[in-house]
């Protein structure tokens, strides 16, 4: 009977040990936190969409189907202070050989060739704006303008240099027609400034450009 009674405690005790073991474990696992789990709400995952939005962004494309500022065709229209002087400078005559030429250049070497022509007859035309002006302007006036044709001067071989950088850059079967054509263009503002300043003393100024 006492024996009895012994076995009947150590089973009570070892049942009441193995539920208070399970409850501790139970517990113990609802107060845990897997790492894994932590981890991916903690983190959410990027997408390759997004990542390739975000890389974009800071990147700009340049396609050869975009144009440049100076493409063959119709001249850069000059704008300056005076309605009246721009009137008069659309109507000059190197612009107007010019398109008459374009017309008849259908290979790219065609249009550069044509484009380095009118380059150098616009640089001539630099030249000669430059010196009709020194002799009209007195004081500071001219010593204004021979320092901005200084200035210009300086800076003319690293803008010729961009130029040529810029048209490379944006590729294409184009590019060397667009640089050609840009230089001219580059020439031809500075002569447009130099005549501008011209047409203040010599409404009735000429140019130099000769047709014949």
Same mark, same amino acid.
């Given at each position: 009977?006492?024996?009895?009674?012994?076995?009947?405690?150590?089973?009570?005790?070892?049942?009441?040990?193995?539920?208070?073991?399970?409850?501790? &474990?139970?517990?113990?696992?609802?107060?845990?936190?897997?790492? &894994?789990?932590?981890?991916?709400? &903690? @983190?959410?995952?990027? %997408?390759?969409?997004?990542?390739?939005?975000?890389? %974009?962004?800071?990147?700009?494309?340049?396609?050869?189907?975009?144009?440049?500022?100076?493409?063959?065709?119709?001249?850069?229209?000059?704008?300056?202070?005076?309605?009246?002087?721009?009137? @008069?400078?659309?109507?000059?005559?190197?612009?107007?050989?010019?398109?008459?030429?374009?017309?008849?250049?259908?290979?790219?070497?065609?249009?550069?060739? @044509? %484009?380095?022509?009118?380059?150098?007859?616009?640089?001539?035309?630099? &030249?000669?704006?430059?010196?009709?002006?020194?002799?009209?302007?007195?004081?500071?006036? @001219?010593?204004?303008?021979?320092?901005?044709?200084?200035?210009?001067?300086?800076?003319?071989?690293?803008?010729?240099?961009?130029?040529?950088?810029?048209?490379?850059?944006?590729?294409?079967?184009?590019?060397?027609?667009?640089?050609?054509?840009?230089?001219?263009?580059?020439?031809?503002?500075?002569?447009?400034?130099?005549?501008?300043?011209?047409?203040?003393?010599?409404?009735?100024?000429?140019?130099?450009?000769?047709?014949?």
């Amino acid at each position: 009977m006492k024996n009895r009674k012994i076995l009947c405690a150590v089973l009570a005790f070892a049942l009441a040990a193995s539920v208070f073991a399970a409850c501790g &474990s139970k517990k113990g696992g609802e107060s845990s936190v897997p790492a &894994s789990s932590f981890a991916a709400e &903690s @983190l959410p995952a990027v %997408s390759s969409e997004v990542s390739s939005e975000s890389a %974009s962004s800071d990147t700009v494309v340049v396609t050869s189907n975009e144009p440049a500022e100076s493409q063959p065709g119709p001249v850069v229209e000059i704008t300056t202070d005076n309605k009246e002087f721009d009137e @008069l400078f659309k109507k000059n005559p190197i612009d107007k050989k010019y398109i008459q030429e374009l017309n008849d250049a259908i290979s790219n070497v065609a249009m550069v060739n @044509l %484009s380095n022509k009118y380059t150098g007859i616009w640089e001539k035309e630099v &030249s000669s704006a430059y010196k009709k002006l020194c002799k009209l302007a007195k004081g500071s006036e @001219l010593t204004k303008i021979k320092d901005e044709q200084t200035a210009w001067e300086n800076g003319k071989s690293a803008a010729l240099k961009k130029i040529s950088d810029d048209a490379q850059a944006a590729g294409g079967s184009m590019a060397q027609v667009n640089a050609a054509s840009a230089t001219m263009d580059f020439y031809r503002s500075r002569a447009a400034q130099l005549y501008r300043a011209l047409y203040s003393y010599d409404p009735n100024y000429s140019y130099a450009y000769n047709s014949k």
